[in-house]
């Protein structure tokens, strides 16, 4: 009824920050997205990797209760992501990339998964975002991620998928340039007009900006005094607010809104740690501590 | 008995912008905050200009409510600042900066000022600062600003000072740069350590982190879709926050958030003109209005 499909990646990252240096470990933003999720909601998982995957990591998923049916095993080695974090970590150094299984990657979607009721296709290729699409039986909210590479490279493919999405997620720098505006309320509202009725900016440690129903949602990031490895935030922040947005069943905004918040508050758990051993550190009481946190530090 | 004393500097600007190109405009830190406090409180003005001072400029400020019996006028040239913003105008560009007058800036404060309750030492050099608190009576609450100009330069004489001050006001960059600390939580607890009880971190577009009581109020700024020249934003920002605490007499953590919330406000209208033009639009119901789409945008 309230589950969801994930379409991204699953990756061996190695990343290196103020705070360790660690070589191979999980990441993807479908990993990510998926762990972050399903505090909240079933989670099904569609993704690639190669010979080279640990089996540790499939079992760590579906321990997790993530449904990974669609994690596709194929000859080859996984995607692979190498990067660096320095001083405030609010971005990465890409020092490699490596696309390895990523590179044929052409998803399938199995059939019991055709149905589910919310999407969110991860930053990947938007012809494989629009592929998958095809694949589904009217979702009731497809919701998206893109990056830079893909406005500057694919803009023609991006565009036509935005007209089939209703809630759209990318940064502040990739809404100005996709659409050229330097001002950000300028650049969603030009971006509504490509398609999607409701769209998310990410602003990493300041925050995020929801449009919603000609009405925008201003909120700052919950805040910490140490971030350990900001890999993954943004997909555990998209995990955790379409997760609450399926668990909960309703679209308006008040329900946004909060799951906003509860996918802050994820993020909040993800950049404690390397890989995922900071996300996996939330419990419900946590969450619900630093929801009530968050409110503290910022009503008025 | 809610009076503020404002000691800064009164300048002539050359601002350029997408938005225009404007030649020895009225600006200058107490400019703005003195514009900006008087929307709530009686404020007293000490600052300095030079024989080429327009008159309109001071006939301006007296109409405006503000008691300018400690604005100096001296042989020589008032203060010249020239900057430029392009981009999303987050940052400007200095071209050149006239001391002038300013640079034999010694304020005598007027006796009738000296016990002025709340204190306002904006932007200027460390030393002065420290001069003009001597002068005064035990204010109720004292509180300044600073530059990474003064942090690089005038350390030991910042740091002196800062063992005097309530409140402290200074941008995000510069609490880094203060304390050494690039997270910006851990750099705000450093801080305190040096005497200000009370901090505000402004962030921009970003908006602004306080510190009060162990807790911190995280807020976003009031985005606007059209910003006209930032010019004078954080020092109207001040002002608000300032005018709004003296005009409410209590120093508690509410008041201080509600604050921050009323600078905001009042920053978003100065930023919709050159020099002093946008902000004085600001009508009473106009910032109310602007205060509960604040609340609407941010509640969730």
């Known amino acids: 009824m309230n589950s969801i499909l994930v379409v ?11 705070f360790g240096d660690h070589q191979a470990i999980l990441g993807g933003s479908a990993a990510y997205f998926s762990v972050s999720a ?9 993704a690639v990797v190669g010979k080279d995957f640990p089996h540790e990591h499939v079992a760590f998923l579906k321990k997790r209760g993530i449904d990974t049916t669609g994690l ?32 044929e990657f052409d998803p399938a979607i199995p059939e019991e998964y055709k149905k589910t009721p919310y999407v969110f296709l991860a930053n990947i290729d938007p012809e494989i975002q629009e592929r998958v699409l095809q694949q589904l039986s009217r979702p009731r909210l497809v919701a ?48 509504i007009k490509l398609g999607p009725k ?36 943004g997909d555990t922040f998209a995990g955790g607010v379409m997760g609450y947005i399926s668990q909960s069943g309703k679209l308006n905004q008040s329900v ?3 799951a906003i918040v509860h996918g802050s508050v994820l993020a909040s758990f993800t950049v404690e740690g390397f890989s995922l051993n900071g996300l996996v ?17 910022h009503y008025f």
Chains 1, 2 share one sequence.
Not at 38 to 46: A, E, H, K, T
Not at 72 to 87: A, V
Not at 203 to 225: N, P, Q, V
Not at 281 to 297: C, D, W
């Open 72 to 103: 596709m095993l194929t000859s080859g080695k996984t995607f692979r992501w190498e990067g660096e974090y320095t001083g405030d970590m609010n971005s990465a150094t890409t020092l490699a990339t490596h696309l390895n299984v990523l590179a």
């Open 8 to 18: 991204g990646t699953v990756a061996l990252d190695s990343v290196k920050t103020p």
């Open 281 to 297: 550190k939330a419990t419900r009481p946590a969450i619900k501590a630093r929801v009530q946190e968050f409110e503290k530090r």
């Open 38 to 46: 399903r505090y909240f909601s079933p989670v099904r998982l569609v």
């Open 144 to 191: 998206a991620d893109t990056m830079n590479f893909w406005i500057a490279n694919k803009r023609q493919q991006l565009l036509k998928l935005l007209k089939k999405i209703d809630l759209f997620f990318l940064n502040d720098g990739e809404a100005k340039l996709l659409s050229g505006e330097s001002n950000i309320l300028k650049a969603v509202q030009q971006v």
């Open 198 to 233: 409701k769209v998310i900016v990410k602003k990493g440690e300041h925050g995020a900006l929801l449009f919603h129903d000609k009405t925008f949602f201003c909120t700052s990031a919950f805040l910490l005094e140490t971030v350990v490895d900001p890999t993954g935030a």
């Open 256 to 258: 946004f809104r909060k």
